[in-house]
């Protein structure tokens, strides 16, 4: 049976919170038709046997790719996208603090605008639990985000989100995307909504990520960004002129 979501969730030595988080998430989806694939991304502890033994547990659909050297977290979700068979992707952080029991209320959010083309819904950790340091880091780094590329999305840097696979395969790929995926989605001309969710303090393992990596990596990506938006709405001008200017037969 093809599965209703794919869940990806890319991990880097965290051992200690795959089981947690896969028991977490068979309860949260349990009578679904659905499946995890785990990106273990060139871990150097037991993260991939910890997947393995699992799986051969039954304790859900579990699937592991692994990559033989560390790629960076979007590498990991392009990898997982690429490799899953549901037509919507919901992704997690492996780190614990992304609440699995949220996925069913972006799923119903899909469900709800669909129609008005909604093709990504992002989580807003609507109450961080992070220390004072990270929060701050991350309200910077969002702010510097949303100001820049205003795409309308309070919380851009969620783990926890759900779009279309299609959309997400015909997008640009680079590193760091996953920390640009509403504005991309929007220059694909898709719709994206925010929901609350839950957020919780990492009691396992240790943060990957500092003030460098969320912030002032990010801003060569964010004007990136900027001049793919720019770049595509300039295409579509070009293509709408063309098509006014030429005969009715030979319009695009």
Not at 4 to 14: A, K, L, Q, T
Not at 126 to 142: F, G
Request: with cysteine.
């Amino acid at each position: 049976m093809k599965p209703e979501v794919s869940i990806v969730i890319p991990v880097y030595n965290e051992a200690d919170n795959v089981e947690p988080l896969a028991r977490e998430i068979a309860a949260a989806l349990a009578g679904r038709a659905y499946e995890v694939l785990f990106i273990d991304d060139g871990s150097t502890d037991a993260t991939g046997e910890c997947v393995l033994r699992l799986r051969d547990a039954g304790v859900a659909p579990l699937r592991l790719l692994r990559h033989s050297r560390r790629s960076g977290q979007s590498a990991g979700v392009s990898s997982g996208v690429a490799y899953a068979r549901a037509d919507w992707i919901a992704t997690l952080d492996g780190d614990g603090q992304n609440d699995p029991a949220d996925i069913p209320a972006l799923m119903a959010a899909r469900r709800d605008g669909e129609a008005a083309g909604v093709r990504l819904v992002m989580g807003n950790r609507v109450n961080r639990k992070d220390t004072w340091r990270r929060h701050l880091q991350s309200r910077i780094a969002n702010g510097v985000r949303g100001w820049m590329l205003d795409d309308g999305t309070p919380d851009t840097g969620c783990g926890i989100k759900l779009f279309d696979r299609a959309v997400f395969l015909a997008l640009p790929q680079f590193d760091h995307m996953h920390r640009f995926l509403p504005a991309l989605f929007q220059r694909h001309g898709a719709r994206v909504v925010s929901v609350p969710v839950n957020h919780r303090p990492r009691s396992r393992g240790q943060s990957k990520y500092g003030m460098f990596d969320r912030l002032w990596v990010g801003i060569v990506d964010i004007f990136g960004v900027m001049w793919l938006a720019r770049r595509y709405w300039r295409g579509l001008v070009a293509r709408e002129v063309q098509g006014a200017d030429a005969p009715a037969g030979d319009r695009p």
